[in-house]
């Protein structure tokens, strides 16, 4: 409030300079021609002249009144807290309006230099650090809750639920409170540009990088899109291989004539990766590594690459990191979900498809999307999670913006491989709105799940779940972490836009993900370590109760830390700078 009143009154203060200056040229104009005319034409024609000019200063001595009274209304207006957004053109028309003269504040209005990166930085870290605080406090009162039930004391239980209910509250007016210090200075517009502005740069450094002058010449990376696994593993593998060919400064190739997900190759679902070169030929070829001279390198799979670079996820490129960091929460994923946006360009015949798709359920914000995986995933790489679960955070979402706004329909996109999940969530919450498609989890099982009506569904569901404002799902999930990846170039930031029921995000194949340590702890629990500020911590997964398993790089143990007291390090790469593709002004 106290720096939108102060941007307003410093508008307000040169907008009156502007005017003042105005009056004083129409005064010298006036009063010009009475010091350069003769002496022997001072007579009547003077007179005349200085009676006009004493009735233009009468004239703007009554504008200069009704432009007070103005500028004191909008300031009082600006005191107030009615002025928010376009007090610039407001004043401009209001102005225009009453002395009907055009009014030009071009300049006026300051191209945002937007917040510091070290304001993002710590305004992003506020808000984790509560979040990671009410996770301890609410598994420590349940814990509570638990004990008490046990000791037949039902008074401390419901007690406890009381505070649980409370807690909750104070912690969402929390958050809600620093998405609002957020924008103060109009911050969120310059998120908006500096996002589009980013993103743009990289966009066009893919497309450079795709369609060289002279594909015969070109040096190429071929990938091969015959990994054996499902939708959302594949996808990863094709930009794990775009990554690869833009460290290397190659064209990247993408063999997909025998796509078990469409015989007809990655072109009859999405555009070409180039316009230019896609023939895989040259003069010699070899598997990876090759060498810089050789023309045409054939990558392998992730998960037998040797030798493994440096450059792999969860790497961000050196000559944009600084910008990354100051406008993204997560800049590894930002810069993983870049590559999505070019991969996955849609056909029209697709982006037709899934326009439809979206008209015919009524797809509108706010929603929630809810992914629920099961079948082969249950047992073996993630546990069972009932749909309650994640209603919970469903809740807890709509929860905290009706703090700002009436919500009318709470909407949810659910989608699952489990067709039992949408009737089940239908009946036990019918408060909700659910948006889905039984047909689609019928696909997604794993009988079905090549089929071209698979295929459709997995699309359908990954591009809404994308599109939702907030994610609810399991990261063990690749469909779940691909949704969040396309969410990222949707939004200036959606970092903070998702509750993963099990792991922390991670890209298959990574190297290491390491936090390091800002404030020292002493272990003083069972299974817990000590550390150190400064130490690097590899991380192993974050237990959504105050605490991180990981491990001390310094002193090898390995054990639970709490969360707040580390942040992400960031592996920073010298990646080519592309120096060929103009930075926009």
């Known amino acids: 409030m106290t720096m939108n009143l102060r941007s307003s009154n410093k508008i307000l203060a040169q907008a009156a300079i502007i005017l003042f200056f105005f009056w004083v040229v129409a005064l010298i104009l006036l009063t010009r021609p009475l010091l350069n005319s003769p002496q022997s034409d001072v007579s009547s024609d003077v007179l005349q002249r200085l009676s006009k000019a004493v009735s233009e200063l009468e004239s703007l001595k ?13 300031s009082h207006e600006a005191q107030s807290g009615k002025i928010k957004e376009g007090v610039v053109e407001r004043l401009r028309s209001t102005l225009e309006d009453n002395i009907r003269l055009p009014i030009n504040f071009n300049g006026l209005e300051k191209k945002s230099s937007g917040p510091s990166k070290e304001y993002e930085v710590r ?27 046990d000791q037949s004391a039902p008074e401390i239980s419901n007690l406890i639920q009381e505070i649980l209910n409370s807690g909750k509250e104070h912690e969402i007016i929390l958050l809600n409170d620093i998405q609002e210090l957020s924008n103060m200075e109009n911050h969120d517009a310059w998120r908006s540009t500096e996002s589009r502005a980013l993103s743009d740069l990289v966009q066009r450094r893919l497309h450079y990088l795709q369609n060289p002058a002279d594909c015969s010449k070109a040096r190429k990376l071929i990938c091969n899109l015959n990994k054996s696994c499902g939708y959302g593993c594949q996808i990863h593998h094709a930009a794990y291989c775009f990554i690869m060919a833009y460290a290397t400064k190659r064209t990247l190739i993408l063999n997909s004539k025998k796509w078990r997900y469409h015989r007809g190759g990655w072109e009859k679902v999405f555009l070409p990766l180039s316009d230019t070169c896609t023939d895989p030929s040259g003069l010699d070829r070899s598997n990876w590594p090759g060498t810089n001279e050789t023309q045409v390198i054939e990558l392998p799979i992730v998960d037998m690459l040797s030798p493994r670079p440096p450059f792999l996820p969860l790497a961000i490129p050196r000559d944009l990191s600084e910008r990354m960091i100051r406008l993204h929460g997560d800049p590894q994923v930002w810069w993983i979900g870049q590559f999505m946006k070019y991969l996955l360009r849609y056909q029209p015949e697709t982006q037709k498809m899934l326009d439809q798709a979206k008209e015919k359920m009524k797809f509108e914000s706010p929603v929630v999307g809810v992914h629920v995986r099961r079948t082969d995933k249950v047992g073996t790489e993630a546990a069972f999670h009932s749909i309650d679960e994640y209603m919970v955070y469903v809740a807890d979402f709509f929860d905290k913006l009706e703090i700002k706004e009436k919500i009318k329909v709470r909407r949810v996109y659910l989608a699952s491989d489990d067709p039992s999940v949408l009737p089940e969530a239908k009946k036990k919450y019918p408060e909700y709105e659910f948006l889905g498609d039984v047909s689609i989890a019928k696909g997604a099982a794993v009988a079905t799940r090549y089929t071209d009506s698979s295929l459709r569904g997995i699309l359908v569901d990954i591009h809404m779940l994308a599109h939702s404002d907030h994610l609810v799902c399991t990261f063990s999930s690749q469909v779940c972490r691909l949704a969040y990846e396309m969410m990222q170039t949707l939004q200036p930031d959606a970092s903070s836009k998702f509750k993963s029921l099990d792991d922390i995000y991670y890209y298959g194949g990574q190297g290491p993900h390491q936090q390091i340590a800002m404030y020292s702890h002493k272990a003083h629990r069972p299974g817990e370590i000590s550390i150190e500020v400064g130490d690097v911590l590899g991380i192993a997964g974050n237990h959504w109760d105050g605490y991180s398993k990981g491990t001390n790089e310094r002193t090898k143990q390995s054990g639970l830390y709490p969360s707040f007291k580390a942040v992400d390090k960031y592996n920073i790469i010298d990646f080519p700078p592309y120096s060929e593709v103009a930075v926009a002004a």
């Open 62 to 74: 009554v504008r200069n009144q009704e432009l007070q009274w103005i500028l004191t209304n909008f």
């Open 123 to 149: 305004r992003r870290a506020i808000y984790r650090g509560v979040q990671e605080n009410w996770y301890f406090v609410q598994q420590e009162l349940e814990n509570l809750k638990k004990s008490g039930r």
